[in-house]
């Protein structure tokens, strides 16, 4: 097939959104923007259908083979994804992060016995209220996104700050809100920020903005 024919299959399959099921929907719209060899837009389809399934062995191979084309992303860059636990928490996306934390909260609520003490069971469901408390709090701090475009990075939270450096298109982000800045760190790990008013009109939308 030649490129205006996916062009044309691309246009067609965005119309049926909303009458597929999500991961349906955006696997397929990886796989027709990968042989678009749109590799930026294909990442942004296949991490949005990853959030959508427990695990697709599927999805994770066609990820392989964006990120092999787009060379953004070393195991080690902070800047993509941040620190070790943070890739983890990126990488299960909320759907599977708030399961996680439910279980643990449905975990300790029927551990409580009644023989214990009043003050030991509200102990207890105190403890069980910790990792949705938690959760809660992660999310309404961060934002995920994929970048769709080359974003600006400034070494502090103001423009005057402009350090003449970008976030490549097609980088994975977990970021911090600090009113209208985005904060991420850089390839060497140290801190970045990035424009709201920016980064809205540049990125895919994974989670929190």
């Known amino acids: 097939?030649?490129?205006?024919?996916?062009?044309?299959?691309?246009?067609?399959?965005?119309?049926?959104?909303?009458?597929?099921?999500?991961?349906?929907?955006?696997?397929?719209?990886?796989?027709?923007?990968?042989?678009?060899?749109?590799?930026?837009?294909?990442?942004?389809?296949?991490?949005?259908?990853?959030?959508?399934?427990?695990?697709?062995?599927?999805?994770?191979?066609?990820?392989?083979?964006?990120?092999?084309?787009?060379?953004?992303?070393?195991?080690?860059?902070?800047?993509?994804?941040?620190?070790?636990?943070?890739?983890?928490?990126?990488?299960?996306?909320?759907?599977?992060?708030?399961?996680?934390?439910?279980?643990?909260?449905?975990?300790?609520?029927l551990s409580i016995k009644k023989a214990w003490s009043k003050k030991l069971q509200r102990n207890v469901l105190g403890l069980a209220a910790i990792p949705l408390v938690v959760v809660a709090w992660f999310h309404l701090s961060t934002v995920a996104f994929v970048a769709l475009k080359p974003i600006e990075m400034y070494e502090g939270p103001s423009k005057v700050f402009a350090g003449g450096r970008l976030l490549p298109a097609g980088a994975r982000i977990l970021g911090w809100h600090e009113g209208d800045w985005i904060k991420i760190h850089d390839e060497a790990g140290e801190p970045a920020w990035l424009s709201k008013n920016n980064v809205a009109l540049k990125m895919g939308v994974l989670w929190g903005y």
């Open 1 to 109: 097939m030649e490129k205006r024919d996916f062009d044309g299959a691309l246009n067609q399959w965005q119309g049926v959104k909303g009458q597929v099921d999500g991961f349906t929907y955006w696997y397929n719209l990886g796989t027709l923007q990968t042989l678009r060899e749109n590799y930026v837009e294909a990442r942004f389809s296949f991490e949005k259908a990853r959030y959508l399934t427990l695990y697709s062995d599927a999805t994770e191979q066609q990820l392989q083979v964006v990120l092999t084309k787009l060379s953004v992303d070393t195991p080690m860059s902070a800047m993509a994804i941040g620190p070790r636990l943070t890739q983890a928490l990126v990488f299960l996306g909320p759907m599977k992060i708030w399961f996680l934390a439910l279980l643990v909260a449905l975990g300790l609520f």
